[in-house]
Nanobody, 124 residues
Framework: EVQLVESGGGLVQAGGSLRLSCAAS????????MGWFRQAPGKEREGVSC????????YYTDSVKGRFTISRDNAKNTVYLQMNSLKPEDTAVYYC?????????????????WGQGTQVTVSA
């Protein structure tokens, strides 16, 4: 059974930090690109960041560049999203996802598996 389990969300003041984790199981983690998406209330889901399966390439949406860092630990089948200098507009449910294509992409249709999400709330 494929599972993606996010953790690390919570309530933080603006300017603070959180680190999201996503533990994967049930598929060959090393072969998959991993992405983080988010959905704020009343808004469409958007891609935040992704990391390729093997060469470490990353992508960040413009609004988080310089503040968020994605990383992966293939030995632990886990992907992380370090979020610094958080802003109220970062408030959303954050989802991790896995793409068998392996390369950096923020096209949701390329992602095969999705987690249930973790809430991040940033207060002003």
């Amino acid at each position: 059974e494929v599972q993606l389990v996010e953790s690390g969300g919570g309530l933080v003041q603006a300017g603070g930090s959180l680190r999201l984790s996503c533990a994967a199981s049930g598929f060959t983690f090393d072969d998959y690109a991993m992405g983080w998406f988010r959905q704020a209330p009343g808004k469409e889901r958007e891609g935040v960041s992704c990391i390729s399966s093997s060469d470490g390439r990353t992508y960040y949406t413009d609004s988080v560049k310089g503040r968020f860092t994605i990383s992966r630990d293939n030995a632990k089948n886990t992907v992380y999203l370090q979020m610094n200098s958080l802003k109220p507009e970062d408030t959303a449910v954050y989802y991790c996802a896995a793409a068998s294509y392996g390369i950096v992409t923020m096209d949701e249709y390329e992602y095969d598996y999705w987690g249930q999400g973790t809430q991040v709330t940033v207060s002003a």
